[in-house]
């Protein structure tokens, strides 16, 4: 088995802040996720990786930036905070050709 | 673009009852793929069923749903509810046109009670 270990795994920041979310998976799986979780709205894609150097846009990427710096890493930037923000980032892992997720616990944001 | 509705945000069951989460779709694909989620308090979600057979029922862990492509529905059920099942439930949706990307609904919150 496996793991995805999300850091850190509450963060709090100020308005206009850059905030850095990070992700490490030891499954080997090609693809890496970051997911957006807020209640009613469901999961919405805001980044994914296929496999190392690779960036692909999700649905909510505006406002975001991600860096698959290798393999087993993918980070997630938050360029800018709202205020008032508050929300779970998932991270998830897949190995290639297979849709199954393996999601990571979150890291929770609260933005001052 | 592809999309999964998830009407009830919360349902609320007795203990030793059935329930039915509901999960419609849309997509403009005909090869495509269902999964459902399960989200327990503090923990991450993982994959609790999948399907792409039409009309073929699919269990696990005493759910089951059935991926209806003539109604757009991949509804789950259970017949018999335990405290345990009370958990975040999602919806999913890959179509061919991206094998990677999955979309998901809303998201139904299952509270069991005594």
């Known amino acids: 088995g496996g793991i995805i270990t999300q850091t850190p795994k509450f963060l709090i920041g100020q308005e206009g802040q850059k905030l850095t979310l990070k992700c490490q998976q030891n499954?080997?799986?090609?693809?890496m996720y970051w997911y957006r979780q807020d209640s009613g709205k469901g999961l919405r894609l805001i980044y994914y990786s296929i496999t190392e150097n690779d960036l692909q846009k999700g649905d909510l990427s505006e406002g975001y930036d991600a860096s698959r710096e290798k393999k087993s890493s993918f980070s997630l930037t938050v360029t800018s905070a709202q205020k008032n923000e508050m929300a779970v980032f998932l991270c998830?892992?897949?190995?290639?050709?297979?849709?199954?997720?393996?999601f990571g616990h979150g890291t929770k944001l609260s933005v001052l | 673009g592809d999309s999964v509705t998830q009407t009830e945000g919360l349902v609320t069951v007795t203990e030793g009852l059935p329930v039915m989460l509901n999960c419609t779709y849309q997509?403009?694909?005909?090869?495509?793929?269902f999964f459902w989620y399960v989200q327990y308090l503090n923990e991450a979600p993982k994959l609790l069923l999948r399907?792409?057979?039409?009309?073929k029922r699919t269990e696990h862990q005493g759910f089951h749903a059935t991926l209806h492509k003539s109604s757009s529905s991949f509804h789950l059920q259970k017949s018999s509810v335990q405290l345990s099942d009370s958990a975040l439930y999602y919806c999913?949706?890959?179509?061919?046109?991206?094998?990677?990307?999955?979309?998901f609904g809303q998201g139904t919150s299952l509270s069991v009670v005594p």
């Open positions: 999913a949706l890959r179509a061919s046109s991206s094998f990677s990307k999955l979309v």
């Open positions: 499954f080997n799986h090609d693809t």
């Open positions: 997509t403009a694909y005909s090869d495509v793929a």
């Open positions: 399907s792409s057979t039409d009309n």
């Open positions: 998830a892992s897949s190995p290639k050709g297979n849709e199954r997720l393996f």
